[in-house]
């Protein structure tokens, strides 16, 4: 498990155990080689292998939205590079780093998290946008990779979420009293069950993807988004 604050961390574990689960916080910064090699010991000392990684780290940030009183000019450069190192490399680094956790046992099951920003592009979030058309690529990448050189027990896929109110789009889509901002309204009715998606619609598609059920799927961009990218708008 690996949450953006290790005080998070400790606190999901304590509640995993009060309910009679087992579990174990580490926490690394998936940008950074040495911190996730020192994550990885500690796995394999506890546990010895690996069976499942899932690469939910990801954000946007303000310097990497082109807003609608700016044009591509205005891209600040730095927060772009850091907008592509959160999404894109802090996918690739933690793969590196626990696939040989994986190999040891001769199975792994890689999911990624992209987002409907990667196949239909959209106004403002170009960082955004072009870090997860990139695990899209790295997800088929991957998948024929690992099944060709290490065989057909590994598997790579993807979820991608459609719209769901977080506390980092919350004031891009909503004003202050709860309604929707005109982004918000141009979200839902490009929506065709017209809501915004919450939490818990991800975990069948994530169960399923995880489990044996799909043994033979990967390589696939599974969206979960209430119809949005099937929607033509007509």
């Known amino acids: 498990m690996n949450i953006s604050e290790e005080s998070s ?29 020192k994550v990885a010991q500690v796995i394999e000392a506890q546990h010895g292998h690996l069976d499942i990684l899932i690469n939910s780290a990801g954000g946007n940030m303000p310097g990497a939205v082109i807003r609608p009183d700016q044009n591509f ?7 772009l590079r850091k907008v592509m190192d959160l999404n894109y490399l802090g996918t ?32 403002r979030v170009m960082g955004y946008a072009s870090a997860k058309a990139a695990i899209d690529n790295l997800t088929k990448f991957l998948s024929v990779e690992l099944a060709h050189k290490h065989g057909p027990k590994f598997r790579v896929n993807a979820i991608a979420p459609g719209f769901f109110l977080t ?61 949005f990218s099937a929607y033509s708008g007509v």
């Not at 000019?73 to 927060?79: F, K, M, N, V, Y």
Request: negative net charge; charged residues 20%; proline residues 4%.
């Open 167 to 227: 506390e980092q789009n919350r004031t891009l889509l909503t004003e202050s009293d709860g309604s929707l901002t005109q982004r918000g309204n141009q979200i839902i009715s490009h929506t065709p069950m017209n809501r915004f998606g919450d939490p818990e619609d991800l975990l069948g598609a994530l169960q399923w993807l995880c489990s044996d059920a799909s043994a033979f799927v990967t390589g696939t961009i599974i969206a979960v988004d209430g119809g």
């Open 92 to 123: 690739v680094l933690p793969i590196k780093a626990l696939l040989p956790l994986m190999l040891k046992k001769g199975k792994g099951n890689i999911l990624n998290i992209s987002s409907m920003a990667a196949s239909r592009p959209m106004t």
């Open 9 to 37: 961390a400790i606190y999901l574990v304590s509640e995993i155990h009060a309910a009679g689960g087992k579990a174990w916080g580490y926490f690394a910064d998936v940008t950074d080689e040495d911190s996730l090699a």
């Open 73 to 79: 000019l205005d891209l600040d450069t730095a927060a």
